[in-house]
């Protein structure tokens, strides 16, 4: 009768799935909830009204039209990469070298432009960094594919390694391209003949990246759904054995995914080279190779999802450095922000496998 | 039965998992000095009851009393104080560590190696088991690993010891030493539970049987009282046959040839060597072995996983035409037209997909036939829905991950799938290890089927009950070598237990 042992007064139970609607609420609820904790946050450390707060993080991101086609045109950017190392991830391939492969496809792009400006016509050579960009890319995914596949190296370490090793090329490369000489970088490639810029569409600048983001999200989810290789992709990452024992060559799927993986991040550097920033430095990427990683397990390496979650954090980021310029407030506080409500919106995800029962008292009345 | 006192009374047992029920209200007594068998299909919530016993689960509601003491076990430490002790199904030993240093891992205090190792002497001589102390765990058989468990939770104070199928992978000769043990046990004055799908051991050893089904208490009785039959029939809730009817081979023609089968394993120990045997259509090819004894390499090698050293594996069609499978994939086998079913050990791990649903892994066999590069969704939907009818697979419908069936389910999942494609070779690894009597039944019949389809079935197994029973010819392997050939309708159990641990055991009636 008197234990000293108390019995636990909660205990946690996995849940079956939950209807997309009950799941869709606990989400929903932990946005306001960090919401919340951050307005209380910014009242207690700053003394601002949390409400002006959140006008101005709105307003950065959608203030005016130009705000508006940024913002769109990053989340293009981010989902881009998101969605390339998807594959990747969908077979337990830990891909963590978006970055790289994005670098070393804008540095393909730049030498195109560079190299050949006045020696072929533009069309050629916009073909030529197309090709260029998404090999370079492959190539760079390519490498630590064919080891893992080879000889079972761990992933997670080559790619990342290739992504130092692509930032040292772009490094030296700057320095061989670098206008005007000592400056230290390579400036505006092209600026008076605009050779090998990627065209504008319906005369925006924005538009293009835009429409090539949709395109991948619905081809890759296509791709990755229904295809044959997508459910080869889906056999080896769950189990490779059990791909072996049906006779999927996973050695090929591995070489092959990460083909495409890299493949669409040198498309990525080519977008930031040649129709956005028309340079290219070491940190033309600026961790969105990263960045990705985070958005692609945010939406359970779902394409369509993955339009949401890459929406959600270049909604935050540009909203957190708006703050930081209106209140006169460093950049430290809205990575606060940024981060408190990262946590709920990844901690709710607990809340969604697992259900927490209290435990009734229990009655004691039964022993003689 | 005057003077029995129970060592554990639980009460009003509930637990449950989301909406599943694990146990509902059962009430069990465990007595001292006497030996309890807990019988149930799988899933009735056995070894659920054990997890809370022993500290791993905790009831949602309910009490347990030990030795009349209402008591909480919250974790497996506060099971070890109260003297519970579980050796569970998968043993959790330090390989690199000798059986003592294993024995006396974790416990606090002093570590005085000396001391202990004449306390485990103490206990293996009062209870007769045979342990080395100083060997290291990688250099032990399973039942050496299983006797460390056992004297490991002794050498806790274990007063009431819990074993989850210990004899599934044993020998029938160990078997009969570890019985021996637990007997010396149970005179001693422990209390035992012990569980098992194999009847003929709960009828050899038990004093008492208790029954479970869907996670309630159906009853118990005096094993003496009751027989095989009565007990199943409880089990299963409705009446069952527990016989295998084996019929004679319909004109049996030599369908795989398998030559001089030498296989090496990654870290070039030899696993298979000079292996040779025939299999024939319409007839059920047994292959006996302690596990580890090469049945898994075989098996992988004629499914083209398994890279070979040296041989042959021939396989000859109706019309007498020879092809070779050796170092052919399973897709190259496939495209030869070969129809080659394979049912391995692991299920979840090689088999299927856990992840992955009914109509999902239903395609893993199809998936690459025909030339779109889309894949067919509806005739794996269509094929899941027929093997939840045919083979009657519990599950709330066939976009259920397979990984949330019952064991028996997920076995019928696969053996559904690989019977669908009309094979001419059939091969089953541990077909039924881990299921219940009337899964194993289903699964029997099954194979049973495709023989008088014609089919020629290679059956891995470890009971050799069943394997005497079913199969046709049995063809024992030793250290990965053939030990021998015998017929399945003559040969007895002793005779294939020698086969299975010498060479040519005592008799060689080779056909």
Known sequence: MNSKKQEPSFYLVKRDALPWHKALGIRIAAIVAAMVVCAVVTTVLTGINPIQVYVSIFLGAFGTARKTWITFQNVAILLLISLALTPAFRMHFWNIGGEGQVLVGGLASAACMICLADKIPNALVILLMIVCSLGAGAIWGLIPAFFKAKWNTNETLSTLMMNYIATQLVAFFTIVWEVPKGSGKIGIINQNSSIGWLPQIAGSKYLLSILIAAAITVLLYIYLVYSKQGYEIAVVGESERTARYVGIKVEKVIIRTMLISGGICGLVGLLLVGGINHTVTTTIANGQGFTAVMVSWMAKFNPITMVFTSFLIIFLNRGASEISTTFGLNQSFADILTGIILFFIIGCEFFISYKINFRKKAGKGENN | ????????????????????????????????????????????????????????????????????????????????????????????????????????????????????????????????????????????????????????????????????????????????????????????????????????????????????????????????????????????????????????????????????????????????????????????????????????????????????????????????????????????????????????????????????????????????????????????????????????????????????????????????????????????????????????????????????????????????????ELCDRIMVLCGGQVSGIVDGRTADKNTVGMMMTHIGGNADDEQ
């Open chain 2, 1 to 468: 039965m005057g003077d029995k006192t129970a060592a554990v009374t639980m009460k009003n047992i509930t637990k449950k998992f989301g909406s599943v029920v694990g146990n509902e209200k059962v009430c069990l007594d465990i007595y001292k000095g006497e030996i309890l068998a807990l019988l149930g299909e799988n899933g009735s919530g056995k070894t659920t009851l054990m997890n809370m016993l022993s500290g791993i689960y905790f009831p949602d509601e309910g009490q347990i009393y030990i030795n009349g003491k209402e008591t909480v076990i919250r974790s497996p430490k506060d099971a070890y104080e109260l003297g519970i002790g579980m050796v569970h199904q998968h043993f959790k030993l330090v390989d690199v560590l000798s059986a003592a240093e294993n024995i006396v891992l974790g416990l606090k205090g002093r570590l005085n190696l000396k001391e202990a190792s004449k306390k485990i002497r103490n206990i293996c001589q009062k209870y007769g088991f045979e342990v080395d102390l100083d060997q290291k765990v990688y250099n032990m058989s399973v039942s050496q690993k299983q006797t460390v468990e056992i004297v490991k939770v002794l050498y806790r104070g274990a007063d009431i010891l819990i074993l989850d199928e210990p004899t599934a992978v044993l020998t029938p000769q160990e078997t009969e030493k570890l019985f021996a043990v637990l007997r010396n046990m149970r005179d001693d004055g422990k209390a035992i539970v012990i569980i098992t799908h194999k009847m003929h051991e709960v009828e050899s050893l038990s004093d008492r049987v208790a029954v479970l089904r869907r996670g309630c208490f159906i009853g118990d009785m005096m094993t003496k009282d009751t027989n095989a039959v009565e007990m199943t029939n409880m089990m299963v809730g409705h009446k069952v046959s527990l016989n295998i009817t084996r019929t004679e081979p319909v004109n049996p023609q030599k369908r795989l040839e398998v030559k001089g089968l030498t296989v090496r394993n990654e870290e070039g120990i030899l696993k298979l060597q000079d292996v040779s045997f025939t299999a024939r259509s319409g007839e059920i090819l047994g292959i006996a072995g302690i596990s580890g004894c090469g049945q898994k390499e075989l098996l992988e090698a004629i499914a083209g996983l398994q890279p070979t050293e040296a041989g042959q594996i021939t396989y000859i069609e109706d019309d007498g035409t020879r092809e070779e499978l050796l170092g052919k994939d399973p897709r190259a086998i496939q495209e030869m037209g070969v129809a080659l079913s394979f049912v391995p050990e692991d299920r979840l791990g090689m088999g299927l997909v856990g992840d992955m649903d009914l109509t999902a892994n239903m395609m893993l066999r199809s998936f690459q036939n025909g030339h779109s590069m889309f894949t067919d969704r509806r005739s794996p939907r269509h094929l899941a829905e027929k093997v939840v009818n045919e083979l009657d697979v519990v599950t709330p419908g066939i976009s259920t991950p397979v990984r949330r069936l019952s064991g028996g389910n997920v076995q019928k999942v696969l053996v559904g799938r690989e019977i669908a494609s009309a094979p001419t070779v059939l091969m089953t690894a541990y077909a039924v290890r881990g299921l219940d009597i009337n899964s194993s039944y289903t699964i029997y019949n099954l194979i049973n089927e495709q023989k008088k389809k014609g089919v020629a079935v290679i059956f891995v197994g470890e009971d050799l009950d069943v394997l005497l």
